[in-house]
Structures are given as structure tokens and as C-alpha cells.
């Protein structure tokens, strides 16, 4: 067995520096590639990385951790769980991952408190494994045949099963573990690394043991490579003595949000350089960590993977000097990690460092607003909505003229606003056509539901090619929250106004709530999150005047995040529960009672803060349920608001028929009253073709119209 390399990383990002795989799969899901061409996208992207690692003069290069979709379907695969209505698809894998026509895929949710998506495995007693190295193992080869060793990276068996709430069949899964580590053996790979994610929350006395039999057992495999069990995004706590009575040989922990481990007799990967964030590492605090690691050896690397961040800053030339010299995106903090594996081995003292000055800004106190029963007897006679109304989320699809029209610099304003202008029109025209409730403009001016605010409010930059993952092939570009955050004049009352002067229904204001603008950002650090929070909210909240005063009964301030930032451990939970939730109420209690607040959460297992959201308070709250087997209908009879359980997953391309979305109506009408349901999507529209959402949307309102007659 090898000695670890001085400096690795834990993972990097997989999209492409200008999103090739976006565009690839994209254009194999509309076949216009064949899955042999994705593959060789694939396969570039993969040398890309391998090259461009070795250059920066990284040691140690890990593989395996490209995915054409998500690394937890992956490993599922991998591990032969592939339940068996997929299995004849004419392809299983994104057949799990996005659905077909005929076939509903499988859960996603949010990766920790990460706004990555995964794909939850479907995993029960009859789920037979098998393993299929074929990836790890090529890839292993792939590289080699570039002139680079690899180490690859899995998803460990405890966090895997842990996700899957499949624990029970740890003993089964261990066996294709060791089979792989044998086959890696074989192939003469010196190390593997298995990501434990899962072991940095609360976990039981059985879960803690679990990992002890996990560990006790791959560790005694005959014929093995080195074992990196890898930890991030908190401390490992009560898990760490569990690993290190383990004969696991390293161990990876997250310094920047975890505590200095003491571990004689182990490698100790330590995480000083953050893959969460984008702003440059302080050297001093870096090297004071590592100095204080107790271990046999200590390597640097990064927190967690640095599939979290964009590629590089050097392409992003618009932002301002100043900003840019605070900024290390992927490319940079491996630049980071090497000099710092090289300064810690020299003992050498970090560059001085200046202070970051923190400027602090009083925020406006909030209005209150009257109790729930008050406003929803003068929003009923204000509003006079029928029973189960039906609305969408707020996005609607975003044609290829539109994005180019935005992406068009040299395209005079005013054209570019008729666009706009005619797109409201056309979203605006297909609701009343199908017969819908209340409106949504379908938000053609916004290119992302955060950044387009962050365009409009000052202490904010945008970057041109910071992309991020967020799902498959959706990618996000998070802004950068870099000062203290004003709104210097309206942002959303133009478009707003436009579109209800089309209609006689109601059309809905729609903003992105602060905890939601702050969670999809890379906020600033020299501030506490609290606080920056309390900013963005004072914003949103000047913007819900602005459209109250301007004649918009129903407004929109969606969280979606809110479950995002949750810390993992419990003990941390209630208090950001309770200033995440004053954020929102900050926001909104601005407006009147007969103005209607509405508030959306998505793909991120709302149901574990039920009683959070039930704080927001909010007059009504649209929420995932249809992806996730309505699974939020066990935990909401008490609710005494306006809710709609999702009806319709968007976020597959296949057309729900009426009688699938009446019976999951009905199954909301048995713990809900009808006077507080409504009928809404999963979420928004704008990833779907304006031929799947009309059709959609037909079956949604005719579901909904048969209920209404029935009574």
C-alpha cells in the first residue's frame, strides 16, 4: 500500500466549463445524439479534468466522480438496485432519473443541506444486488490510458443505505463492497475513497454500529487498496472514534465547519480548503488547522467536492477587480490546496493577511399582520375564488428566442421588452384558454429565480460563466453576496402589472424569499448568516409594498431553500429555524390582510419542518407531493391554511392523465378540507415544452373541475 499523496481533492465539477454536458444530454433526451456520442462528451470531459488537475500540480487525482446524471443513481446502479419496471426501458438509468411516458420516475431530493438533487433508490426486501464495476473500474483505466493514476470515489455503503432507508440490508450490500475493492485491488489501484456524508448528523447507537460492522469488515478484506473513508459538510462527532477503531487507513474530515481531529495510527485527509464556497482561503487559518492535527500523516484537500462551485474565475473578466481578488472558484482552490500541501511541508509562515472590515446596517422592523381567520375572510371576499382553484407555480417555459434575445447584448431594450411583453401574452392567453384560477405572468424577463433578483439589488455581482449543478442537467449560476444588500428601485412591478392588465382573474405577484436568495448565492463571510439574511428580507419586503400599492391581491414569496439550510445535527436546527422563519415573516407582513401571501417548497423533504413552515404563515403554501408519493399528506391534517400538495411532476416530461392527478386529489381531500386545498404543479414550469404543459395542465383543471361537481 502507497502512501497517500500530499494534496487531493474530494471530487470536482462534472457540467463542462461551458456546460457540454448539459447541452449533450439534452440532446440525446431529444435524439438528436445517440448515447455512444454523450458517452464520448463524457469521456472529454473526464481527460479535461484528469489534465487540467495534473497541471495545477494536484497529487492526488480522483475518479469516478463524473455522472451522467447523479452519482447516488450511480452507485444504484452499480449495486445492481434497479427495481424492475425499469429494467426494460429502453434506457433504465434515465428512465429512473426523469421518467418516461408511461413510467413516473423515481424520488429526488435535495444532497444534505446542498442545493444539489439526488435520486433516492428504491430499495426493499426483495431487491436483489449484484454489482457492475464497469464504471469505477473504467474509468480507472481510462485514466490510466491518459498517464494518470486514479483513486476512485464511491458513495459509501452506510450513507447509501442510509439515503435509500434501506439499513437493514447493510450485510448484503457489503458483500458487492468487498467485491469491488477486490476487482480495484486487481487492477492495481493503491486507494479508494468512500464518501460517508451521512455520519456527520445525528445518528443511533444501531446507525453508529452499523458503521463499525461496515468499516470492521471492508477493512479485513484479504485483497483491497487503501481505504479513504471521507466525511463532509460537518463533524463527524460520535462517528469519529467509531471510524478510527476501524482498519480503515485515512479518514477525511471537513475542518472548515468541523473541529480539529486527534487521530494516531491514521492518514488524516484534512479538509482546510472549502468546496462550499467561493471566496479565497485565509493561509493562517488554513495552516493553523493542519499544524493541529494530530495523525500519522496529514494530507490537504478540500471540504467536500468541489462539485459545489464553478469552474474557474479567470473567464470572468466583467467582475469588478476588487471583487475578483476575493474569489476562488474550482480551478483556484486546487491551485490553493497545492500551495498549501507544499507550505505545510516546509513549515513556512502564510502571507500576511488584511482584515475583512464588517459593515453592519440597521434593518426596518416589520408590520404585523392580523390572525390567519381575519385575512382569509377578507381575501375570500376580495379574491371570490371558486373551490379547489387552480394555479401554477410561476414559471413557464422559456423558448430559444427568448434566452437568445436575453443573451444579445447588442439587442435595443425596447425590443427586447416587447419580447417579453409577448410572452406574458401568450402564457397569460393558454392559462385563461385551459381555465385556470389565478394567473402567473410565467416570468419570461427572469433568467433564474435568484440571480435575476441579485441583477436588481445592490451588495450583489452576477458572473457570465459561474455554473453550478443543481440536477442533471439543470445548472444554476449562484450570485455572489459580497456587500450589504439594498434594493435601489422596483424590480418585479412592470411585468406584474402587464400581465393583470390582460385578464380579470388575478394574476400573482412572484418573488424569491430571502432565506432562498441567501441559500442559492455564495454569501459573504464576514457577516453572520442571520444577519445577511435580515437584509434581503428588508428588500423583498419593499417590493411586496411596491406591488400591493400597485394593485396585485396575490403575492408570492417562494422558499423553496428553506429546508436547504437546516443544519444537520439537531441541536443547531431550532435556531435557525427561528430566525429563517422571522426572515420570511420579515418579508411579508408588510401587506394588508385581504393581500394574499403565498409561499412555495420543493424536492427538498419539506416534511421534516412542517411546523417551520406552518410559522411562515403564509395564507397559502403550494408544495412537491406528486414526485415524492405524496408522502407530505401524513404530516399536514392539522394545517389550518391554504395548502396545495403538488399534482403534477414537472420535472419529468411525461404528460400525468386526469385520473392520476384526480386520485391524488383525493387523496388530499381525505386530510384536508376542500375550502383550504388547492391544485397546483410540483413546481415550476419553465424546464418543460409549452406542448407538455398545455397538455398537463388540461388534465390538471379537468381533475380538478370533476371534484368541484362531485361537491
Not at 474509468?139 to 439499513?167: D, H, Y
Not at 493561509?283 to 467536500?304: E, F, I, M, N, Y
Not at 426596518?364 to 376580495?382: D, L
Request: glycine share 8%.
Amino acid at each position: 500500500m502507497t502512501t497517500f499523496p500530499s494534496s487531493t481533492v474530494l471530487g470536482y465539477p462534472r457540467i463542462g466549463p461551458n456546460r457540454e454536458l448539459k447541452r449533450a444530454l439534452e440532446a440525446y433526451w431529444d435524439g438528436r445524439v445517440t448515447r455512444e456520442e454523450l458517452e464520448r462528451v463524457g469521456a472529454g470531459l473526464r481527460e479535461q479534468t484528469w489534465r487540467r488537475l495534473a497541471e495545477l500540480g494536484l497529487e492526488g487525482l480522483p475518479s469516478n466522480t463524473f455522472s451522467l446524471y447523479d452519482q447516488v443513481l450511480d452507485t444504484a446502479v452499480m449495486l445492481g438496485a434497479v427495481p424492475e419496471r425499469y429494467r426494460d426501458a429502453e434506457d433504465p438509468y434515465f428512465a429512473m432519473a426523469r421518467g418516461t411516458q408511461g413510467l413516473p420516475p423515481l424520488r429526488m431530493t435535495k444532497w444534505f443541506d446542498t442545493n444539489y438533487h439526488y435520486i433516492v433508490p428504491e430499495i426493499g426486501p426483495d431487491t436483489v444486488f449484484e454489482l457492475d464495476a464497469a464504471k469505477p473500474i473504467g474509468e480507472v483505466r481510462e485514466a490510466r490510458a491518459l498517464g494518470f493514476e486514479t483513486r476512485p470515489v464511491v458513495i459509501g455503503p452506510v450513507t447509501f443505505l442510509l439515503l435509500s432507508n434501506a439499513l437493514d440490508r447493510l450485510d448484503d450490500v457489503l458483500g458487492c463492497y468487498e467485491e469491488l475493492l477486490s476487482a480495484l485491488a486487481a487492477e492495481g489501484v493503491a486507494w479508494v475513497q468512500l464518501d460517508e456524508p451521512a455520519l456527520v448528523g445525528d445518528r443511533t447507537p444501531a446507525e453508529l454500529e452499523a458503521v463499525r460492522t461496515a468499516y470492521d469488515r471492508l477493512g479485513s478484506s484479504a485483497a483491497r487498496p487503501g481505504l479513504l473513508v471521507a466525511s463532509y459538510f460537518g463533524d463527524l462527532g460520535e462517528a469519529l472514534p467509531v471510524l478510527a477503531a476501524t482498519p480503515v487507513e485515512a479518514i477525511g474530515v471537513d475542518l472548515v465547519r468541523g473541529g480539529v481531529p486527534q487521530l494516531l495510527g491514521k492518514t488524516v485527509v484534512a479538509g482546510v480548503v472549502s468546496g462550499r464556497d467561493v471566496w479565497r482561503t485565509s493561509q493562517a487559518r488554513a495552516l493553523a488547522a493542519l499544524r493541529a492535527v494530530q495523525a500519522d500523516g496529514v494530507v490537504v484537500s478540500t471540504s467536500c467536492s468541489l462539485q459545489h462551485v464553478p469552474y474557474t474565475v479567470a473567464v470572468e473578466d466583467e467582475l469588478e477587480p476588487g471583487l475578483r481578488e476575493r474569489l476562488a472558484f474550482a480551478e483556484e482552490k486546487v491551485a490553493e490546496v497545492v500551495t498549501l500541501a507544499r507550505l505545510f511541508a516546509e513549515g513556512a509562515a502564510p502571507a500576511p493577511e488584511e482584515a475583512a472590515a464588517q459593515v453592519r446596517r440597521e434593518s426596518a422592523a416589520p408590520t404585523r399582520r392580523s390572525p390567519y381567520p381575519v385575512r382569509a375572510r377578507a381575501q375570500a371576499e376580495h379574491l371570490d375564488l371558486p373551490l379547489l382553484p387552480v394555479t401554477t407555480i410561476g414559471s413557464f417555459p422559456q423558448t430559444g428566442e427568448l434566452r437568445a434575445a436575453r443573451a444579445d447584448r447588442t439587442l435595443p431594450a425596447a425590443d427586447y421588452e416587447a419580447l417579453v411583453e409577448k410572452e406574458i401574452a401568450r402564457a397569460i392567453e393558454l392559462q385563461e384558454r385551459l381555465g385556470l384560477d389565478v394567473l402567473v405572468h410565467g416570468e419570461p424577463e427572469r433568467n433564474d429565480m435568484v440571480q435575476y433578483f441579485a441583477e436588481h439589488l445592490d451588495g450583489f455581482a452576477v458572473t457570465r460563466h459561474g455554473w453550478v449543478q443543481s440536477y442533471g442537467s439543470r445548472c444554476t449560476r449562484p450570485p455572489l453576496l459580497h456587500g450589504d444588500v439594498s434594493r435601489p428601485s422596483p424590480i418585479t412591478v412592470r411585468w406584474a402589472t402587464y400581465a393583470q392588465s390582460l385578464t380579470a382573474k388575478p394574476v400573482k405577484g412572484m418573488l424569491t424569499g430571502p432565506v432562498t436568495i441567501v441559500a442559492w448565492s455564495f454569501v459573504r463571510d464576514d457577516l453572520p448568516l442571520r444577519e445577511v439574511t435580515f437584509q434581503v428580507a428588508d428588500a423583498i419586503a419593499e417590493e411586496v409594498r411596491d406591488l400591493e400599492a400597485a394593485g396585485v391581491s396575490i403575492i408570492q414569496v417562494d422558499e423553496p431553500a428553506l429546508r436547504e439550510l437546516l443544519p444537520l445535527r439537531a441541536g443547531a436546527q431550532g435556531e435557525y429555524l427561528e430566525w429563517a422563519v422571522a426572515a420570511y415573516r420579515r418579508a411579508t407582513s408588510v401587506a394588508a390582510d385581504r393581500t394574499q401571501i403565498h409561499t412555495h417548497l420543493c424536492y427538498s423533504d419539506a416534511d421534516q419542518i412542517l411546523a417551520a413552515i406552518d410559522g411562515l404563515d403564509a395564507d397559502v403554501t403550494t408544495i412537491e407531493s406528486a414526485r415524492s408519493g405524496a408522502r407530505i399528506l401524513k404530516g399536514v391534517g392539522g394545517y389550518s391554511r391554504g395548502l396545495g400538495p403538488g399534482v403534477y411532476d414537472i420535472h419529468s416530461p411525461r404528460v400525468p392523465a386526469e385520473a392520476e392527478v384526480e386520485a391524488l386529489l383525493r387523496a388530499a381531500l381525505e386530510v384536508l378540507p376542500a375550502e383550504r386545498l388547492w391544485v397546483n404543479p410540483d413546481c415550476g414550469l419553465k424546464t418543460r415544452t409549452y406542448e407538455q404543459v398545455e397538455a398537463s395542465l388540461a388534465n390538471v383543471v379537468s381533475a380538478a373541475r370533476t371534484l368541484r361537481q362531485a361537491g
